[in-house]
């Protein structure tokens, strides 16, 4: 059970006292297994100093030393992942191995993984130019309809409204979506996931590492997510949102199209295709053209995953 002083500190971070993140480190320090779950996501996030992925990766192995369930996971993901650590997926497998006799998700997740085929289809998926210039591609099929299902398991639990961060660190409603949506934090970015977000790196002729955690939105009837642009001009050019790959996870629903008004193109996705799309002109400024929007949804639910894509490593 979470001690006292952590769901404390928790509920102060939630509600944006950024004090709360220091008090959080200290709880770590003095060996709360949760606090130190959850002091590796600050390191991780930059949110009590500066980002600090090999202190992110020491916290998450402490906690996990400590008994912490969810910790133990992370502790694999990382270690595959190569978060404050030196990437070595066998090893984390083997970690997951070890997990699975008393974790049931984790022994779904390992029999899943021998089924995941996404990266044998990277070479052999049939693409659409949809458009040369700016680029905007289909590739066909790429995902399996259980791959897309699986994605969807996954993220079901944690599905809520689409909110922005506040500058006085409260959450408000997204002005441009009205979309449920989750992120796959890396704490909970699993070996299926990692899978499939390696299958859009290589794709997309992109790295693993330049993906911004995969986001999973699901619209209902009149959701829709309003014109937009994935890039910013502000920042380092390298940090901004170079490319976005989009999957359809599954296609009972009408309305619902990707629309690009500024090129007159509008995609509609099968089961496991991957919209691609370049979002920078040349000199890696958000090139006008590529304001896009998710159409109102008329009937049914769409469901899709979003990976923005950077041009350097988006942690650390
Ligand atoms: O729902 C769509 O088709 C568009 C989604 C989108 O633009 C995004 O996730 O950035
Ligand atoms: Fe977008």
Redesign the pocket.
């Known amino acids: 059970m979470s001690s006292q002083q952590y769901l404390t500190l928790n509920d102060r971070l939630e509600s944006g006292d950024k004090t709360a993140a220091l008090e959080m480190l200290s709880l770590a320090a003095s060996g709360d297994p949760d606090a130190l779950f959850k002091a590796s996501e600050l390191s991780l996030r930059g949110m009590a100093g500066a980002v600090d992925l090999k202190a992110a990766f020491d916290l998450m192995r402490s906690a996990a030393a400590k008994g912490h369930e969810e910790a133990k996971r992370a502790e694999a993901y990382f270690t595959a992942a190569g978060i404050g650590t030196q990437s070595n997926p066998a090893k984390a497998r083997r970690m997951l191995e070890h997990l699975a006799g008393h974790d049931r998700f984790v022994a779904v997740q390992l029999a899943f993984l021998n089924h995941v085929k996404c990266g044998e289809r990277v070479r052999s998926a049939p693409r659409q130019l949809v458009s040369s210039d700016p680029h905007i591609e289909v590739v066909q099929g790429l995902f399996s309809p259980e791959e897309c299902r699986y994605i969807q398991l996954v993220a079901s639990p944690w599905m809520e409204p689409a909110m922005i961060y506040a500058a006085d660190g409260g959450h408000l409603r997204d002005p441009h979506r009205d979309s449920d949506n989750m992120v796959v934090t890396p704490m909970a970015e699993d070996l299926v996931i990692q899978a499939v977000n390696h299958c859009i790196a290589n794709a997309s002729g992109t790295r693993y590492a330049w993906g911004e955690p995969l ?1 999973v ?1 699901r619209y209902g009837p009149s959701q829709q ?1 309003r014109p ?1 642009h ?1 890039a910013h001009a502000f920042g380092p050019p390298e940090k901004r949102r170079v490319a ?1 790959a ?1 999957i359809y996870l599954n296609d009972a629903y009408e309305g619902g199209e ?1 629309n690009f008004p500024e090129v007159g193109v509008t995609v509609r996705g099968a089961v496991g295709d991957m919209l691609i799309f370049h979002n920078l002109t040349a000199d890696r400024m958000p090139d006008p053209r590529m304001t ?1 929007a ?1 159409l109102p949804v008329t009937r049914g639910e769409k469901w ?1 995953a ?1 990976r923005w894509i950077r041009s350097s490593n988006y942690f650390g």
């Open positions: 986001h939105l997510y937009h994935d976005t989009l990707t896009h998710g899709l979003t």
